[in-house]
């Protein structure tokens, strides 16, 4: 292999954290995430796990561009994001971030097509082409046969599922996952993270925030996150 083909196969990381942190100014002054450094690589599934009140919510919020650092790098998909502008942020945030909470944030009242189209509606394009892409991704997600079912009706795992599609119909560099078994129960938190699994060997960046040990030994590999701190941790030794 030639040094030019080595250069084009080249992938970089998703994520890259250089001693990124955030601090609450006081009185009294809080330092929420310490500096920390670390990276994603494309096609990684990542865990990021600790107790309540660990920083965990720091981090989503600054890896999520919902939140600015006090100081440190970041760069998401190759673009240096600690220093943008708000708006700028936002349309990093729009086209580059995809979301996944705990909370479904769905419209009950229309179908699980019409929830997953609107990940579409304010990238333009048209209405035929957003159906498909729609009916594409909940194929990808093994709704199909509930692509015409108002979200009001589905299950807590369904209901996952079509907020998975939503997300992915954005073709998003990364997708943030914030507790998404937390409100199922064994059967439903398990066809989630199955789902999340086959998402991730096509190819698809996750990183899961969770203080579910079962939901972090499912990924291929484990950041820790307690009192501000984050460390490198063996998957295999979650409790």
């Known amino acids: ?26 009185p009294p002054e809080v330092t929420a995430l310490h500096p920390c450094t670390f990276q994603v690589e494309a096609a990684e599934f990542v865990a990021i796990t600790g107790p ?19 100081a440190g790098r970041y ?4 673009v240096d ?8 942020r936002a349309a990093v945030r729009a ?17 699980v097509l019409d929830n997953v189209e609107l ?3 304010y990238q333009g394009g048209n209405k035929r082409a957003r159906r498909q892409a729609a009916v594409e991704v909940i194929e990808r997600v093994g709704l199909t046969t509930r692509q015409d079912a108002l979200c009001s009706h589905l299950s807590g795992g369904e209901k996952q ?12 560099a990364l997708v943030l996952c914030d ?21 991730n060997a096509e190819g698809m960046t996750v990183i899961v925030i969770t203080h579910d040990p079962n939901v972090a030994r499912r990924a291929s590999r484990n950041l820790q996150i307690r009192d501000g701190h984050v460390t490198e941790t063996d998957t295999m030794a979650v409790p």
């Open 1 to 26: 292999m030639t040094d030019t083909d080595t250069t084009a196969t080249r992938v970089e990381p998703v994520v890259v954290v250089e001693d990124l942190s955030k601090v609450f100014p006081g």
């Open 52 to 70: 309540s009140g660990s920083g965990k919510t720091t981090l989503l919020s600054l890896l999520g561009l919902l939140d600015t650092p006090t």
């Open 75 to 78: 760069v998401l998909d190759g």
């Open 81 to 88: 994001v600690a220093g943008l502008s708000d708006n700028d």
């Open 95 to 111: 086209h580059r971030i995809g979301f996944v909470f705990q909370a479904f944030h769905l419209i009950g009242y229309r179908s």
């Open 119 to 121: 990940g579409l509606l």
């Open 161 to 172: 599922r079509v907020a998975i599609a939503r997300t992915l119909i954005r073709h998003p």
């Open 179 to 199: 507790e998404p078994t937390g409100n199922l129960d064994t059967v439903n938190s398990d066809a989630i993270l199955t789902t999340l699994e086959g998402l």
